[in-house]
């Protein structure tokens, strides 16, 4: 455990793949967070290709349960005795509602409570490791979400159209920044900084259940439109550069990382401070911290 050591969600396609190949090549111990055995496979055959000596973990979890991120959580404490950053990228854009086991909405769940639960579950291993860092992966989506009102915004499960969908996916992802500005009061910034960015428009999986997004996405590479790589980009600035050691709470853009603000819905401390309250409520009831 010489090397500095980086967890990564959703690391199997998308940025969290170019991410941990990035923090690989650094020489950085990744622990990959992933649903899929074969994908996971098939992400260590890279890691080793880009950088042969690499230390490799991966566990599974599907992070749309909050029991599974739980339990994932408390798996990764105990593998490690530290932990340098923590990367929350694992994100859902769904079309149309899709309800978990637990009863509640698979995107709110996937793209905002899951990686709560994963965070607070690891905060005592990244306090312990000070200086670490938490890195969120929010979007520029979170401008399409006009309204927030925390308590019934997390338990929402009605239908909604695919046109509606993307201003409840933007509304996890302006969740995502509250919590991010919240997270960061609450910790000591000298030992664990948490911010956040947007890593533009990338042409990943993210919209894997829009008809006819393979062939989309195919055409988008090709044309070199949405590059992941540079959305991977502002990740790995945030969890290595130390141009960002002191800095906490911050959004920030992928455009050379330029300091944005909360969406006005969600800018106010109070409101902020409610949605963890509210989160808090919700997990009791579900017997997540």
Same mark, same amino acid.
């Given at each position: 455990?010489? &090397? ?42 890279? +890691? ?14 599907? $992070? ?30 769904? #079309? ?19 990686? #709560?639960?994963?965070? /607070?579950?690891?905060?005592?291993? $990244? ?36 046109? /509606? ?21 609450? +910790? ?7 911010? !956040? ?8 999986? +993210? ?10 996405? &195919? ?24 141009? #960002? ?6 959004? #920030? ?8 603000? !909360? ?10 401070? /409610?949605? &963890? ?13």
């Amino acid at each position: 455990m010489d &090397r500095p050591i980086a967890v990564i969600t959703g690391a199997t396609s998308g940025l969290g793949r170019i991410t941990a190949l990035e923090l690989a090549r650094r020489g950085y111990r990744i622990g990959a967070v992933a649903r899929s055995r074969p994908k996971a496979e098939a992400l260590l055959s890279e +890691l080793r290709s880009a950088s042969p000596d690499v230390q490799a973990d991966f566990f599974f979890a599907d $992070l749309g349960l909050v029991s599974q991120a739980r339990r994932v959580g408390e798996e990764i404490a105990a593998h490690y005795p530290r932990l340098d950053a923590l990367v929350n990228n694992a994100g859902l854009h769904a #079309f149309s509602q899709r309800t978990t086991a637990e009863g509640l909405a698979e995107m709110t769940a996937v793209n905002y409570l899951g990686p #709560f639960v994963l965070t /607070e579950t690891l905060t005592n291993t $990244l306090l312990a490791s000070g200086p670490a860092r938490i890195v969120n992966v929010a979007s520029e989506a979170a401008q399409q979400a006009k309204t927030i009102s925390p308590g019934p915004d997390l338990r929402r499960t009605d239908p909604y159209t695919r046109r /509606e969908s993307m201003a409840l996916y933007g509304r996890t992802k302006l969740m995502t920044i509250m919590w991010t500005q919240e997270l960061a009061r609450r +910790l000591h910034a000298a030992k664990v900084t948490v911010n !956040c960015c947007d890593p533009g428009f990338n042409a990943t999986g +993210l919209g894997r259940d829009l008809p006819g997004s393979g062939l989309l996405q &195919r055409v988008l590479n090709l044309l070199r439109v949405g590059d992941p790589r540079r959305g991977a980009r502002i990740i790995v600035r945030l969890a290595t550069d130390p141009a #960002f050691a002191d800095t906490s709470g911050g959004y #920030f853009s992928v455009r050379d990382a330029k300091a944005l603000q !909360c969406p006005e819905p969600g800018r106010s401390e109070r409101v902020q401070r /409610e949605l &963890r309250v509210q989160t808090v409520a919700l997990l009791a009831g579900l017997g997540a911290p």
